[in-house]
């Protein structure tokens, strides 16, 4: 699994559609899309978790002993992905866990791909803001075509 955003792109196909996952429910959406996309293109899908060492002004934040961010990480990603591979047998679905910067990591993912799908708001602060930070920065930076996935609203 490749561990750092470059050695991500080269893991890429030109058929791959490309989706971020965060373990929120707006990438639970974004990710069931991409599949279906995948699908109706006959592409592959690869989603793509990227982690980063917790940050903070000043004095460095103490973490637990048994900290393992990247098995946290598969933890959240393994079953979404045996979920996909059962309701879509046909499917070539790959996960990647990263260390990095999530637009960073989903650009360089993006100059071998097909189409990039990032959902409309994440984990981060400001959730009910439309476009966050990192479906700006792919927005603006990839190689491919993105696709901001915002699910849409229950009729009235």
Excluded: F
Aim: charged fraction near 15%; hydrophobic fraction near 45%; proline fraction near 7%.
């Amino acid at each position: 699994m490749p561990s750092d955003p470059q050695d991500l792109a080269s893991h890429i196909t030109e058929d791959a559609v490309v989706v971020g996952y965060d373990g929120s429910p707006a990438s639970d959406d974004a990710v069931r899309w991409a599949a279906a996309q995948a699908t109706r293109t006959d592409g592959r899908l690869d989603l793509v978790t990227v982690w980063e060492y917790p940050t903070s002004w000043g004095n460095s934040l103490p973490l637990p002993s048994d900290y393992d961010p990247v098995h946290d990480a598969e933890a959240m990603l393994d079953p979404v992905m045996a979920q996909l591979r059962a309701d879509n047998p046909s499917l070539e679905i790959h996960g990647h866990v990263v260390e990095g910067h999530a637009g960073e990591a989903l650009v360089a993912a993006s100059q071998h791909a097909s189409l990039l799908v990032v959902a409309s708001r994440g984990h981060r602060a400001l959730a009910g803001v439309v476009l966050g930070s990192v479906g700006l920065h792919c927005v603006t930076m990839a190689a491919c075509p993105v696709v901001v996935y915002r699910h849409p609203k229950a009729a009235h």
